[in-house]
């Protein structure tokens, strides 16, 4: 089943509002075995639907509509519809109904807008939106369905939960489709590519491997179509297996999990508690720590060790460090560990200590120049990062890394709390 | 000028990630007086690029592409570019000695993906990449302009600032188009909408009024066009006075500057220190306020008071408000600064306590109720915010509010250092 999403309005094209509906659209569609093969934005123009319209009902099986409905949009959407088809517009009493009585229970009366907005199309099949007042509407032409719906997040969701997918699944039977991420942390893209080359290169057509980099991290993603479900279970087993036992050191996580989730699953299994000490990160590494629900459970807190002062006098940093070694420095970093571990009582501290630019660099410690040191009371290690002169990334990126120094420590110095049993 | 926009990448077709690229170019691009008249997203699929791209430059003057680039994406995209053109692939030196060198810094050698990377149309301009390895390529067919960029976000956004958007400006001399943002906070947009109802109405029709809301905040982003720039300029001067005049508390800055700066420079300007005591939002105040270049000179650091313990033993919140009030409670957040400043000898000390979700929450403290406090040795003051459900909207959410109370109290309580002198 192909599928081709048109996303219609000129908020989107002026860049006020980012086109979020096509991505989540794209994932349910996904999921169940569709294949989305395009998605455009255009206007609130007549022509452009039209034009859009005709091009995309050549090319795909389905056709999604979103935005352009609505009150103040001028039933440009539909108009343009109802002339594709060749049909005229009709009054519907049950939708304006079911607006007059909302209006009633909230104490409001009912505009000649929202009577308007119930003329639909005569061969549209409506769709019910419990979360607004505009149906979706359902479209059959020349073997393809056409489903324009509102614009609004959550009425849109609603519409394709329970009028679209499982209409559609029923419409065209899907062809086995399986995803699953292997996310690591620690090397660059083309690194592991090189790494795992002949894995890659191995790889049967029916199964495709995508490199997806972020800051610090890189996705890898198997993709598997064109055999029963239960081969490609079998498939993608295989194939990522293959790959995990090449780089399992670079490995944090699968499919959706974040790097902070995973630290947080490694602390909690092994009954650790963490502080943490930042100076060039302000608060970053903290903040992706407790953004993860539940994270109260093995994240104490920590100091945001900016100025030197508080690095001394609430982390114990001795004065004569600072003077020698200068507040970037590995026997800093080492110190704000210790200071943080024995004034907060927390099983692992990690410290961290830069010159995240754009001033501040000297010729030895250069913008980008980062240590960060991670420890408990017996061991601490500690890495230098050499980044770059970007502000936001130098701190991104350290605060990735930290996060990564995290898991690993914790991983080899710890048993898991059920091994101990 | 006409701008057709291709994102390409098969990660947005199957929703894994949302195409934010389009709107920040769509916004740059309004925001010069071009007009974006279609965004489309296509997979990494040679003849998608090649029809689309045909079709683009047919309805266009520019056509921006970006993603498809990268060691590891097979080049498919470059090849269907230099294919489409009739022109062949060239080694180029100086993109490979600069990954290179940028390798050596970081102590690794580069592989042959990268050496491939470096292979270019042969009539592609190349334009420079500070913050990574793939080059944009500028390419000129029949009178449109064609640009490729790499799609990672702050890789295109580099080379859309520094590459694209000049020398279109130079190639298609736009009509006279003057912006004005004026940045506010602490309203919503309907709110706001409804106080300068009557301005708005009264705009004259080469003068538009765009609402730009983001979490917190909304910027108010006046157009005007049609007239000699010196018009524009003093249209744009008089309308935006009649604005600001009518809403004056809820104004922190103009066009691009953000919350965070104004507060620091607010604070430089007072010569005042400020210190955080985060709960709720885990670091996320102090990673604002430390992501503005120069905050050391304002910021000293503090706390994330994470657990009651630290909001005891570091802070000296009594057991006993805690116990009576809970951690979520004006009593708390009021003895959090108190706190602060007596430990950090802060001039003011902004703290927060809340129930960021999705558990935690009760009846009489829902998830999404904070508590911010600010104040210096003198005075204190607080609020409260019902926020929602989304754990990340409530930690940013609330994060806004806090620099904004941080502001309305410098400046209220404080005046500027060149006035007392």
Same mark, same amino acid.
Not at 368 to 375: E, K, R
């Given at each position: 089943?192909? $599928?081709? !999403?048109?996303? +219609? &309005? /000129? %908020?989107?094209?002026?860049? *006020?509002?980012?086109?979020?509906? @096509?991505?989540?659209? =794209? ?9 989305? $093969?395009? !998605?455009?934005? +255009? &206007? /609130? %123009?007549?022509?452009?639907? *039209?034009?859009?319209?005709?091009? @995309?009902?050549?090319? =795909? ?14 039933? +440009? ?345």
């Amino acid at each position: 089943m192909k $599928v081709q !999403i048109i996303t +219609i &309005g /000129d %908020e989107i094209l002026i860049g *006020q509002i980012i086109d979020t509906n @096509s991505a989540w659209m =794209a994932q349910q569609l996904n999921a169940n075995g569709a294949q989305v $093969v395009r !998605i455009e934005s +255009i &206007g /609130d %123009e007549y022509e452009e639907i *039209q034009q859009t319209l005709d091009r @995309s009902i050549a090319n =795909a099986d389905v056709v999604l509509i979103t935005g352009g409905l609505g009150p103040t949009k001028d039933d +440009i959407t539909k108009k343009a519809l109802a002339d594709y088809f060749n049909t005229e517009m009709e009054f519907h009493p049950e939708s304006f109904e079911r607006i007059v009585k909302i209006f009633e229970r909230w104490g409001r009366t009912t505009t000649e807008a929202h009577r308007q907005q119930c003329y639909m199309p005569k061969n549209a099949e409506l769709l019910f939106n419990k979360m607004g007042s505009a149906p979706g509407m359902w479209f059959e032409h020349k073997n393809t369905v056409i489903i324009s719906m509102p614009g609004v997040p959550y009425e849109m969701k609603y519409i394709m939960k329970y009028g679209v997918i499982p209409r559609l699944k029923e419409r065209f039977p899907m062809q086995g489709i399986l995803h699953r991420t292997i996310r690591t942390v620690g090397e660059g893209e083309s690194r592991i590519a090189e790494r795992i080359e002949d894995i890659e290169s191995a790889l049967p057509q029916h199964i495709k491997l995508a490199f997806l980099p972020s800051l610090g991290t890189v996705r890898l993603r198997l993709t598997a179509k064109g055999k029963t479900e239960e081969e490609l279970a079998a498939d993608i087993q295989h194939y990522s297996q293959q790959i995990e036992e090449r780089i399992p050191e670079l490995i944090y996580g699968h499919d959706s999990q974040k790097l902070e989730e995973a630290v947080g699953q490694i602390l909690k299994a092994r009954g650790l508690n963490l502080a943490t000490a930042e100076s060039c990160t302000g608060g970053h590494i903290g903040h992706k720590i407790t953004s993860v629900p539940g994270s109260s459970a093995y994240f104490i807190g920590g100091f945001v060790a900016y100025s030197n002062n508080v690095k001394v006098q609430q982390l114990g940093v001795q004065e004569h460090t600072l003077k020698q070694y200068g507040a970037v420095s590995e026997q800093t970093v080492i110190e704000m560990v210790k200071g943080t571990n024995k004034v907060l009582g927390s099983d692992i501290a990690v410290a961290i200590s830069g010159v995240a630019g754009p001033g501040g660099g000297t010729k030895e410690k250069p913008v980008g120049t980062v240590w960060i040191a991670v420890g408990n009371q017996k061991k601490i290690v500690t890495k230098k990062l050499s980044i770059g002169k970007d502000r936001i990334k130098n701190i991104e990126y350290s605060s990735v890394q930290a996060l990564n120094m995290i898991r690993q420590f914790a991983v080899e110095q710890y048993n898991l709390v059920t091994e101990n049993i």
